[in-house]
């Protein structure tokens, strides 16, 4: 790559690169040496690259059989904190998409910003997909696939490095990854996606994407003080609210912090009084792979029970319940 000079002009950041070489021109006519003549002149190059605003979204991750609010442990997280069921946990989702006709390689890396979570404490973060194509970039639905399957070990090597074959089990706060390598038209980069073509740099590019999910606790206390302050968490829901700080670092050692776009998370615990019955055909946004769900027209025309009969019988879900002057009855495991 050129070893370009990072220069601010007119509120706009770029790399700069200039170079002169010298360039001559001899002519020699063999008949008439009056015509024979010698030019030399210096030709300029001047580069300019820059790295277009990287795209990234904290939001509450939802794709989870669980919607990303879980009022227990799950032990396919990791080992359980001390006095965990006096906690309960949510799920959120760094989204990272790198622009597209960018000129200028760059890294990236994000923070913690502890004194805008709300209360909350991180005890899980990875990037997914938990497994060898974990640093890769892809289309942004699939990335919005990638955390249906859960987050199982999310809470591993947290303070420790994994194993050098488990890389994708490493904590990434803090870390820098590529954003676009310094030789972009090597095959086979880390990011699995040289930056050069169709599916990437050029303006209609769908392969630059990528997902982080963070699991954090919030004391139940959380919900009894919102509850006592009046605010009614059944209908309206316990608003919780987070931030991160993302940087780039462009290969001419330029950094800039990319406004965050945030979107607050809203849980609803479970009503202990009536309240009202919901039933999603396929639950979709959810988990889009449940078979033999028992439809919903049915139910209303038939007045029978309502069975829940799930695809994936390793996974648990919560249903939503809360029936008025009536009952609801889950038979089974």
């Given at each position: 790559m050129l070893k370009v000079k990072h220069k601010s002009e007119a509120g706009e950041e770029k790399g700069v690169y200039d170079y002169k070489f010298p360039v001559s021109m001899e002519v020699k006519n063999k008949k008439d040496s009056s015509l024979n003549s010698t030019a030399k002149q210096d030709m300029s190059v001047h580069v300019e690259t820059k790295v277009n605003p990287t795209k990234v979204t904290l939001k509450p991750g939802k794709a989870d059989v669980n919607g990303g609010v879980y009022f227990n442990w799950d032990p396919s997280w990791g080992k359980a904190p001390e006095n965990a069921d006096k906690y309960f946990y949510t799920v959120w989702y760094v989204n990272v998409e790198r622009a597209t006709r960018s000129s200028q390689p760059f890294k990236y890396e994000f923070q913690r910003v502890r004194d805008a979570e709300d209360g909350g404490e991180l005890v899980g973060a990875k990037k997914l997909p938990m497994d060898t194509r974990w640093n890769g970039y892809y289309h942004p639905d699939s990335i919005a696939a990638f955390p249906r399957g859960g987050y199982s070990k999310i809470t591993e090597y947290m303070t420790e490095e994994p194993p050098a074959d488990k890389k994708y089990l490493e904590n990434p706060i803090g870390r820098t990854y590529v954003g676009i390598s310094e030789d972009p038209s090597v095959p086979k980069l880390p990011t699995?996606?040289?930056?050069?073509?169709?599916?990437?740099?050029?303006?209609?590019?769908?392969?630059?994407?990528?997902?982080?999910?963070?699991?954090?606790?919030?004391?139940?206390?959380?919900?009894?003080?919102?509850?006592?302050?009046?605010?009614?968490?059944?209908?309206?829901?316990?608003?919780?609210?987070?931030?991160?700080?993302?940087?780039?670092?462009?290969?001419?050692?330029?950094?800039?912090?990319?406004?965050?776009?945030?979107?607050?998370?809203?849980?609803?615990?479970?009503?202990?009084?009536?309240?009202?019955?919901?039933?999603?055909?396929?639950?979709?946004?959810?988990?889009?792979?449940?078979?033999?769900i028992f439809g919903l027209q049915s139910i209303y025309q038939e007045g029978k029970d309502a069975p829940l009969r799930a695809g994936t019988y390793k996974e648990s879900f919560y249903p939503d319940y809360g029936l008025q002057g009536g009952q609801c009855k889950c038979e089974g495991q």
């Open positions: 699995q996606e040289p930056y050069i073509g169709w599916d990437n740099y050029h303006p209609n590019g769908h392969l630059n994407s990528q997902v982080y999910a963070l699991v954090y606790k919030y004391p139940y206390k959380k919900l009894e003080d919102a509850k006592a302050a009046g605010r009614d968490i059944y209908k309206d829901g316990l608003e919780i609210s987070n931030k991160i700080k993302f940087t780039e670092i462009w290969a001419d050692k330029f950094r800039r912090d990319i406004d965050v776009k945030v979107e607050n998370r809203f849980v609803f615990p479970r009503p202990r009084d009536g309240g009202g019955f919901s039933y999603n055909k396929y639950n979709i946004g959810i988990r889009q792979n449940y078979v033999n």
